[in-house]
Structures are given as structure tokens and as C-alpha cells.
């Protein structure tokens, strides 16, 4: 932290790098298992399941509209620093599952390992005051506002998304996926906490 209580370009750098990456290792770890999430990432990965589109092009793409809000709520700042990191992590999510393949990965590790990644990631873009777009954006909007839980508003559009997710895969797979998806916001609601942590 600098003398001014803010992250400077070199750690802002670092974390967006940190969380993009570790997010599209997860990625890759849930779309090998045939699994599916949470939040905008689980609505491209329902996409992509469902057209046969790639994950990275989709998720950039169902991003844009976020963008506005973002801008208009949050500031310019924010939304270029969470434009950086869907990008980067759409990018990555392309290359990466050439340079990683799995021997073997148990379904409901693989799910855990994935909410753990996931949510460290998004912990390190919200501390260096970025998201991955979409609902992550607006959940942190309320955060902000109303003072609800980060975590809890986008477990509440998980609940939705997983009720679609029953025409794209299977129920053994969805259950797989809500245990994935319950600890990726359970380390966003337990550690994202404004009074404990305040950093742009």
C-alpha cells in the first residue's frame, strides 16, 4: 500500500494479473469436468455448452452491456481496470487448456479446487478495485449501497442460473457445480469485507 492508502500500478497490475489467471486455471478445470458456475462466467459456460462457442469469446461478449453500469455507478477507473481482467482472462481461458491437461480429477475436488481458485480471484480483483464484469459488478454496486453482501447477492443469481443449467447438463453434474459454486461465495462473503479491507 502506498503512503495514500492506495494500491499502486505495479500491485494493481499484480492482482488483476493474480486474479485473471488463477480464474481461467479454474475455468479450465470446470469446463474439463463438464461442470458449470455462477455469475456471468456460468452464463458463458452455459452458452458455450449449449452453441459449442468458445468460453473466452462468449464471456467477453455478455460482459459489454456491464460495462455502462459499471461506468455510470463506479467510475471509469473501475471499469477499465475489470475491462483488463475479462480480457485477460478471456485470452487466457483460449490458451491455457493446450499448456494444462488432468491424468486424473475427481469431480468434487475438481469442484472444490475451482471455488477456492475462483474465489481468491475475485478477492484480489475486488482489493485492487476491478471485478470480472457482470454480476460481480452489480453485486458489488448493492454492496456499496445497501450494504448486502457481495457474495450473498450473486449466490441469489447462482440459484437462478443452476435452474437453467438443468436444460444443458445433467443433475449428478449440477450437484457437483452447487458444491463448486457454495465455496466460491463463501470466500467472497466471508473475506470481502469493506471494514476490514479498503483498497482502490
Known amino acids: 500500500m502506498t503512503e495514500a492508502g492506495k494500491h499502486s500500478l505495479i500491485e494493481d497490475a499484480q492482482g488483476i494479473a493474480y486474479g485473471a489467471t488463477m480464474a481461467a486455471f479454474g475455468i479450465v478445470i470446470l469446463t474439463h469436468l463438464g461442470l458449470v458456475t455462477g455469475q456471468t462466467a456460468g452464463l458463458a459456460v452455459l452458452i458455450s455448452y449449449a452453441t459449442g462457442w468458445g468460453f473466452g469469446p462468449v464471456f467477453f461478449a455478455v460482459n459489454l452491456p456491464f460495462y455502462v453500469l459499471g461506468y455510470l455507478r463506479m467510475g471509469k ?34 469442484a472444490v479446487l475451482f471455488g477456492f481458485l475462483s474465489g481468491s480471484a475475485l478477492m484480489a480483483l475486488f ?56 465455496v466460491v461465495n463463501l470466500v467472497v462473503a466471508i473475506n470481502h469485507r469493506r471494514d476490514r479491507y479498503i483498497a482502490t
Do not use: E, Y
Open 77 to 110: 477507473v473501475f471499469v477499465a481496470k475489470t475491462f483488463v481482467a475479462v480480457a485477460l482472462l478471456s485470452g487466457l481461458s483460449l490458451w491455457l487448456p493446450s499448456q494444462i491437461s488432468f491424468a486424473t480429477l475427481n469431480p468434487w475436488v475438481g
Open 127 to 182: 482489493r485492487h478495485g476491478a471485478s470480472l464484469g457482470g454480476i460481480g459488478i452489480v453485486a458489488l454496486i448493492l454492496q456499496d449501497r445497501l450494504g448486502w453482501r457481495a457474495g450473498l447477492v450473486q449466490l441469489s443469481f447462482d440459484l437462478v442460473l443452476f435452474a437453467l443449467a438443468f436444460a444443458v447438463i445433467d443433475a449428478r453434474a449440477i450437484l457437483i457445480s452447487a458444491l463448486g459454486a457454495l
